[in-house]
């Protein structure tokens, strides 16, 4: 993917950062915490807060909350997860089916077969 053109045509001005960003996103294959990119990325947080937060406005990227942190991914399509409240675990399960709603992500709440 061409992250230049991609975050040029979203409005977004191209630096070496949000290419960085981009390709993070693009890599995981699930949602990756704040502090994880802080890490991966070796940027200071406010900076990473700050192009998380252009692209969620922008959307490009959903956020969704388990234990207290935010967890980000690239926004393809909506997006559902089952997060168990006491090992902290999200697993993606099927979307419900919401009909006449614009919904950008879920998050069920529950016990995990494992911790029961």
Do not use: W
Not at 13 to 21: C, D, K, V
Not at 92 to 113: A, F, R, W, Y
């Amino acid at each position: 993917m061409n992250f230049k053109d991609f975050l040029e045509e979203q409005g977004i001005a191209f630096t070496a950062f949000r290419e960085r960003l981009m390709e993070i996103l693009t890599s995981v294959q699930k949602p990756i915490s704040y502090d994880e990119l802080v890490q991966l990325t070796s940027a200071n947080k406010t900076t990473v807060y700050r192009n998380l937060a252009l692209f969620e406005e922008k959307g490009i990227v959903i956020s969704s909350e388990n234990n207290r942190k935010n967890y980000y991914e690239l926004a393809h399509h909506a997006k559902a997860y089952f997060v168990c409240e006491k090992c902290h675990k999200m697993e993606e399960i099927s979307m419900p089916n919401l009909d006449k709603k614009h919904i950008k992500s879920v998050v069920v709440k529950g016990t995990c077969d494992e911790c029961l």
